[in-house]
């Protein structure tokens, strides 16, 4: 005899979790980057790092901080608080590019930008990351198109180790543009080791061109200074000869608020 047993189905739930990105459409470019909107994936580079440490205790990192630059050049603040540090630590690092999805995004309330936007992004545990192997940016994040000052280095003083900190010992350096203005900058701490090294070791009649980006001048006086500020301010010098009897031109690229 023939039995007829029920058909059966076996129905397993379905996996809600989404891919990061799907096409390159779903891309948020940083200038449209709005609080209202809540699931957007962008693809940037970290072209700078530092840790904020805890106002409470000196020895303890409260952040990590970040300024993340989009293929076309823009560029905008984000943040990552300690207690997310297991999640995303590993994938914060400079020059590293990513994809980001679901970010925090809130008025930037610093007293200067290091991005263009009025916004600041944040990691909060609904993030997620992925690494991308295909960023066509700027590698230095530098587009060459838009910075802030431009000359060449016509004089520099030695380091004053005045202080016991050596956090606050600073070099003078004196920049001319073409139309013959002048600008002051005070370099701190490792980048004023870092520059003075680079121009005593690259002493030659050929002009030192420094290009600053971030800029943030004070004018006191009526004559315009700037300084680097903390770890934020990152150099980048490069060295060139077209030929042997041709004059070497280096580049020297300030990031940070200055």
């Known amino acids: 005899m023939n039995k007829n047993y029920p058909l059966t189905l076996s129905i397993q739930p379905m996996n809600k979790k989404q891919p990061i990105i799907s096409t390159m459409e779903d891309i948020t470019l940083i200038k449209d980057i709005d609080s209202i909107k809540e699931d957007f994936t962008i693809k940037v580079l970290i072209i700078c790092l530092w840790t904020q440490m805890s106002k409470f205790d000196a020895n303890d990192t409260y952040s990590i901080e970040t300024i993340m630059m989009h293929e076309e050049g823009r560029k905008i603040h984000a943040s990552c608080l300690k207690k997310w540090f297991s999640r995303f630590v590993r994938y914060l690092k400079e020059d590293t590019s990513l994809y980001i999805r679901k970010l925090n995004v809130a008025p930037n309330t610093l007293s200067f930008n290091f991005g263009d936007p009025d916004s600041k992004l944040t990691l909060n545990p609904y993030t997620t990351v992925k690494e991308c192997e295909n960023f066509y940016g700027s590698p230095h994040g530098f587009p060459f198109v838009d910075f802030n000052i431009i000359g060449h280095v016509f004089e520099y003083g030695r380091i004053d180790t005045s202080e016991q900190d050596r956090s606050k010992h600073k070099m003078l350096m004196h920049l001319q543009d073409i139309e013959d203005t002048k600008l002051k ?12 090294d680079f121009l005593v070791n690259n002493n030659t009649f050929a002009p030192i061109v420094v290009i600053v980006q971030f800029a943030k001048v004070k004018f006191i006086n009526g004559r315009p200074f700037t300084s680097t500020y903390f770890d934020v301010s990152m150099f980048f010098c490069k060295q060139r000869y077209n030929s042997p009897n041709s004059p070497c031109i280096i580049h020297s690229y300030i990031f940070g608020d200055l």
């Open 185 to 196: 900058v005070t370099l701190w701490s490792h980048n004023a080791y870092y520059m003075h």
